[in-house]
């Protein structure tokens, strides 16, 4: 069955980096453009970037350009999440999903704290 | 800036029907999906393309759409459908989510 497993997340302090992995399994990977969406606690849904199934195209938030940059290995059915220059307000909970919508991971938890 | 409009709570008694209303300017061409959300769970999709359902989800659950509001409905809610919902549109190279409807059913 279809499954999308993220990892990476964790504590850490504002201005550090870290990188968020989504392990696909079930589908062609290949086949999908990718989304990684947030849900700071106790909020709502945030779309923070997408990128096409080639990985020829990569869009993302206002709140997150130039800070985060998000990548695929096809190869390897694995989608990442650059985030560098983290600030406090990028605490979420971080999910990836196809595009269809279809299929979301459990999400991965970011605390961004001094 | 491009937004999506939801009332922030709807409340209705198990057998009644909810209505949640989504409102955007691109909303007359743009699809429209909606997710149920559910404490400490992923979103799971309910409606896709204004109108469609995915397969598994309970007919009580469909899409209308009128000009640049589109809503989901929940014909005869259950106590189980006590959860956040999200519309969600794609607007250009951008993705939109709605803020979100709590509904309660009790």
């Known amino acids: 069955q279809v499954q999308l497993v993220e990892s990476g997340g964790g504590v850490v302090q504002p201005g550090r980096s870290l990188r968020l992995s989504c392990a696909a399994s079930?589908?062609?990977?290949?086949?999908?453009?990718m989304h990684w969406v947030r849900q700071a606690p106790g909020k709502g849904l945030e779309w923070v970037a997408f990128?096409?199934?080639?990985?020829?195209?990569?869009y993302y938030a206002d709140s997150v350009k130039g800070r985060f940059t998000i990548s695929r290995h096809n190869s390897k059915n694995t989608l990442s999440l650059q985030m560098n220059s983290l600030r406090t307000e990028d605490t979420a909970v971080y999910y990836c999903?196809?595009?269809?919508?279809?299929?979301w991971g459990q999400g991965t938890l970011v605390t961004v704290s001094s | 800036s491009y937004e999506l409009t939801q009332p922030s709570s709807v409340s209705v008694s198990p057998g009644q029907t909810a209505r949640i209303t989504c409102s955007g300017d691109?909303?007359?061409?743009?699809?429209v999906r909606w997710f149920q959300q559910k404490p400490g769970q992923a979103p799971v999709l309910v409606i896709y393309?204004?109108?469609e359902r995915p397969a598994g989800i309970p007919e009580r659950f469909s899409g209308s759409t009128s000009g640049t509001t589109v809503t989901l409905t929940i014909s005869g809610a259950q106590v189980e459908d006590e959860a956040a919902y999200y519309c969600?549109?794609?607007?250009?190279?951008?993705?939109?989510f709605g803020g979100g409807t709590k509904l309660t059913v009790l």
């Open positions: 990128i096409l199934s080639d990985g020829s195209n990569k």
């Open positions: 079930g589908f062609t990977f290949s086949d999908y453009t």
């Open positions: 999903a196809t595009e269809s919508g279809d299929y």
């Open positions: 393309k204004d109108t």
């Open positions: 969600y549109s794609p607007a250009d190279n951008y993705v939109f």
């Open positions: 691109m909303l007359a061409k743009k699809y």
